[in-house]
């Protein structure tokens, strides 16, 4: 069954580097299932140009709008076609994993959440000031507590399957 992979956690929790490894060591040849990874901030450059990367949803309502079409639009089709998908953003905001959750149940695909939310705020913070350091997206620290407070409120779905964090697979 093709996979909707779902991260859950605050900036700097280790989503992406997770999901980035999870891609790369998915099955090779021409018969295994394809995996992509799906992010926001990436598309938000891509539609917007690489400064609006760095505004996030503080940016412009309607840049926001459509890089939610264009990610709800690649990770279905996607889907549709039997590929693996791991969305390695956030998704804490209010009814965000719901709709991903809903939307891989329409395409007959199998929702599972990768929960980063054990990863303490003060690793969080320090993973983002090395990747500052190393010329990488900066994230206030207000914003980072914010988002890993409302990370720990978050209660995932019982019918969803949490991804086992000793492996990627």
């Known amino acids: 069954m093709t996979v909707l992979l779902l991260t859950l956690g605050a900036p700097g929790c280790g989503k992406s580097t997770q999901a980035r490894l999870w891609q790369q060591t998915g099955p ?3 018969h295994a299932q394809a995996r992509v990874r799906v992010n926001r901030d990436e ?36 889907l549709i076609a039997a590929v693996d998908v791991v969305i390695d953003d956030t998704n804490i905001r209010p009814g965000v994993l ?20 054990h990863v303490p705020v003060d690793v969080c913070l320090a993973r983002i000031a090395q990747r500052v350091a190393g ?9 980072v507590r914010r988002l890993h407070a409302e990370a720990a409120e978050l209660v995932i779905p019982a019918s969803v399957r949490l991804h086992n964090r000793a492996r990627v697979s």
């Open 43 to 78: 598309l938000r450059a891509m539609l917007h140009g690489a400064d609006s990367a760095l505004s996030g949803a503080d940016g412009d309502r309607g840049a926001e709008d459509r890089v939610t079409i264009a990610q709800r639009a690649a990770v279905s089709s996607l």
């Open 98 to 117: 719901a709709g991903w959750v809903d939307l891989a149940h329409q395409v007959g695909a199998e929702p599972v959440v990768w929960d980063h939310r």
């Open 28 to 30: 090779r040849g021409p």
């Open 135 to 143: 010329g990488g997206r900066a994230v206030p620290e207000s914003v």
